[in-house]
C-alpha cells in the first residue's frame, strides 16, 4: 500500500497513513456519510471528494486516509462492492496523495 508519513517540525515520525481510493460515488454521497462508512474499521483521516466528467455524465470518486495498514485492509475487503445511495463502490488501495 501507498503510505504517507506525518512529521512534526522536529522532524520525527508521528503517524504513518493508508491512502484508499473509492470509485463510482454517487451524487448524494457526502463526506459525513463516507467517514461513517469507514469509521466502522477504524480512524478516519482526511476524505477528499472529486468529480471528473465522463462523456454526459459526471464520475465521482475520493480518497480517505486511514492509519495503519491492518485497517485500512479491512476497510477495503468489506467495503469493495458494498452500495451507498445505490452506488456499489469501488474500493482499492490508492497510489495518490490526499
Given at each position: 500500500m501507498?503510505q504517507v508519513?506525518?512529521?512534526?517540525f522536529?522532524?520525527?515520525?508521528?503517524?504513518?497513513?493508508?491512502?484508499?481510493?473509492?470509485?463510482?460515488?454517487s451524487?448524494?454521497?457526502s463526506?459525513?456519510?463516507?467517514?461513517?462508512a469507514f469509521?466502522?474499521?477504524?480512524?478516519?483521516?482526511?476524505?477528499?471528494i472529486h468529480?471528473q466528467?465522463a462523456d454526459?455524465?459526471?464520475?465521482?470518486?475520493?480518497?480517505?486516509?486511514?492509519?495503519?495498514?491492518?485497517?485500512a485492509s479491512?476497510?477495503?475487503?468489506?467495503?469493495?462492492?458494498?452500495?451507498?445511495?445505490g452506488?456499489?463502490l469501488t474500493?482499492?488501495e490508492?497510489g495518490?496523495?490526499?
Amino acid at each position: 500500500m501507498f503510505q504517507v508519513y506525518s512529521y512534526y517540525f522536529s522532524g520525527y515520525l508521528t503517524e504513518r497513513h493508508v491512502n484508499i481510493y473509492v470509485g463510482n460515488l454517487s451524487p448524494r454521497t457526502s463526506e459525513p456519510q463516507l467517514r461513517e462508512a469507514f469509521a466502522r474499521f477504524g480512524a478516519v483521516g482526511k476524505i477528499s471528494i472529486h468529480e471528473q466528467p465522463a462523456d454526459s455524465a459526471t464520475y465521482r470518486f475520493c480518497f480517505v486516509e486511514m492509519p495503519g495498514d491492518n485497517q485500512a485492509s479491512v476497510a477495503i475487503s468489506a467495503l469493495n462492492g458494498d452500495k451507498i445511495d445505490g452506488c456499489a463502490l469501488t474500493v482499492k488501495e490508492s497510489g495518490v496523495t490526499v
